[in-house]
């Protein structure tokens, strides 16, 4: 079944045009790359996505029903998370909190139900001590967090922005195992923006390229890398 | 143990707070109103703060809730208990309103915003002479309660006792997660599902009811104001000292703050009559520089700091 569906979907900055004419759908349990180079849009794209940005046309439906418009908060609710490039971190609120919000705000749990809910998405994720300051985190858990803060929306969307970047081998490895677990279980539709292709070859069903805003190619990503016009764009026009 | 302890605490001083009129006099009791007021103030102040908001219209809602009960005895016949809290509903639907417009600013912009609208709304009484006696003001027939200072003083710590209660549920509700996500990271917030125009609309009309409440207070107990001492810049400027003072984000740091400064400032207006307001914005600049946390966080990462001390022992 289709999960989140995009037509014609477009982003303008006055004139710079970030995501130009995107269509694309996710279905349910599949683990979808999104990848192209630097400024490509990957980013504006889940912005628009997740209602962080609204599109300057196009259309986005959340099964089936048009979401183009609606606030990042209601489509929290209604069940597309995400994670960011930059890590946001609320510093101000222990580590249990910050997991804890999502359930709070978006499933309307009462507090006492979200800790425990947000106690269990961190001992999935092997993230303890949860009543440490955010500043006292290392990397790893910074981003291990804020995957819990996503997962404790219960999505059924989930956009990963870069949260391999900074990570370690090994740490990318039991960030990976973790995701397509989850997403296994849940039957959750992953978005995964990176640039380390070993992930992307390990984790994805699918990519979906962008470069320059537009949608250049789509398939597995033994396909999608041997595609002449994504060799250029990763490589530039020098040839 | 601790929480015990802390619960004793709180009950002694509620205590002693509620008996203070059979062993205080006239005039001690004047200026533990003046604390109080201030008190609830610099708290509802800090409750906006939690959402990143600095306000500085508190004198401007504190005037609003002043002549709205005053003018609701005087021109409506309302009895004077009622007109407080018609007042401080008054004061809630107006912030209502103008938050529409105003919520949606951030930073100084807001600030500035707010400030502006104190200003308006002294003009305005001003200028509304028939309705509001312009410049003069207003004299109420007679002041709440026959002027007895006991009953004066437990109208003023009930005013006050309302505010903490709020603060209170602020600290230990999901309103704490909302503010401070919404103080930390906007964006962050709206992807977990805070809606933000929501969370900071209710911090408002709920800090703006808690001020105009003050303020219609103020009135009842004094029998008369004008636009002056209404929306004296004090009511702006002495809460934001106090809850600096003490330490923002929370509900005992405002408290501990005015404690100090309000005794402080009492005996600070005896010593330099036209000075004292100098010393405030000394006591602000100060604090910001060297102890931005105030008070209670300089406790607070003392008390932090002498146990890993002792752990590490």
Redesign the interface.
């Given at each position: 079944m289709s999960k989140l569906t995009t037509t014609g979907l477009t982003k303008a900055f006055s004139g710079l045009v970030a995501v130009n004419d995107v269509s694309f759908n996710m279905e349910e349990g599949e683990i979808l790359g999104i990848i192209g180079p630097n400024g490509a849009g990957k980013t504006t794209f889940i912005h628009l996505v997740s209602g962080i940005l609204m599109p300057t046309s196009g259309r986005i439906e959340f099964k089936g029903k048009d979401i183009t418009y609606a606030p990042a908060h209601e489509r929290s609710r209604l069940g597309i998370a995400r994670t960011y490039q930059l890590i946001h971190p609320l510093e101000n609120l222990k580590v249990v909190e910050n997991v804890m919000i999502g359930s709070v705000f978006s499933r309307g749990k009462s507090l006492k139900e979200a800790r425990k809910a947000a106690e269990a998405i961190c001992a999935e994720l092997e993230l303890d001590r949860l009543q440490r300051d955010t500043a006292q985190l290392s990397i790893l858990e910074i981003k291990k967090m804020e995957i819990a803060r996503a997962l404790a929306n219960e999505p059924e969307v989930l956009f990963l922005d870069e949260v391999m970047a900074g990570l370690n081998s090994d740490e990318t490895k039991q960030v990976i195992a973790t995701v397509q677990r989850i997403a296994r279980e849940r039957r959750m539709a992953v978005g995964v923006v990176e640039h380390v292709m070993g992930v992307i070859r390990e984790l994805t069903q699918r990519v979906i390229v962008l470069e320059a805003g537009e949608l250049i190619a789509e398939g597995p990503y033994e396909t999608v890398s041997k595609n002449p016009r994504v060799i250029e764009a990763y490589l530039g026009g020098a040839a | 143990m601790k929480l015990k302890t802390s619960y004793i605490a709180a009950a002694v001083i509620a205590a002693v707070a509620v008996a203070s009129p059979a062993f205080l006099g006239a005039y001690p009791l004047n200026v533990a109103r003046s604390v109080m007021t201030y008190m609830a103030l610099a708290i509802s102040w800090d409750m906006l703060l939690r959402s990143g908001q600095i306000s500085f219209g508190i004198a401007g809602l504190f005037g609003l809730g002043a002549y709205a009960s005053a003018l609701a005895v005087l021109r409506g016949g309302m009895d004077p208990f009622l007109s407080i809290v018609f007042a401080a509903a008054f004061a809630g639907v107006m912030a209502f309103a103008l938050g529409f417009a105003i919520l949606r600013l951030r930073a100084m912009y807001f600030s500035i915003t707010t400030l502006a609208l104190m200003e308006i709304f002294r003009i305005v009484m001003h200028n509304l002479d028939d309705f509001s006696g312009g410049p003069e003001g207003v004299v109420l027939p007679e002041v709440i309660f026959g002027g007895n200072s006991s009953a004066l003083y437990w109208l003023c710590l009930g005013g006050l006792l309302i505010t903490i209660g709020a603060s209170w549920f602020f600290e230990k509700?999901?309103m704490h997660?909302?503010l401070?996500?919404i103080?930390?990271?906007e964006?962050?917030?709206?992807?977990?599902?805070?809606?933000?125009f929501k969370y900071l609309l209710i911090a408002f009309v709920v800090t703006s009811t808690m001020q105009g409440m003050m303020g219609a207070i103020q009135v009842q107990s004094y029998g008369f104001t004008t636009p002056e001492t209404a929306f004296d810049g004090n009511f702006t400027l002495l809460p934001l000292a106090m809850a600096l003072l003490g330490g923002v984000?929370s509900t005992i740091g405002p408290m501990a703050g005015a404690v100090l400064l309000g005794i402080a400032s009492e005996w600070l207006k005896l010593q330099i009559p036209y000075g004292h307001l100098i010393v405030y914005g000394v006591i602000i600049i100060l604090v910001i520089l060297f102890m931005p946390q105030g008070l209670v966080g300089m406790a607070r990462r003392m008390i932090r700091a002498g146990r890993e001390a002792g752990a590490g022992k």
């Open positions: - | 509700s999901k997660l909302a401070t996500a103080r930390n990271d964006t962050s917030a709206r992807s977990s599902g805070v809606d933000i984000h």
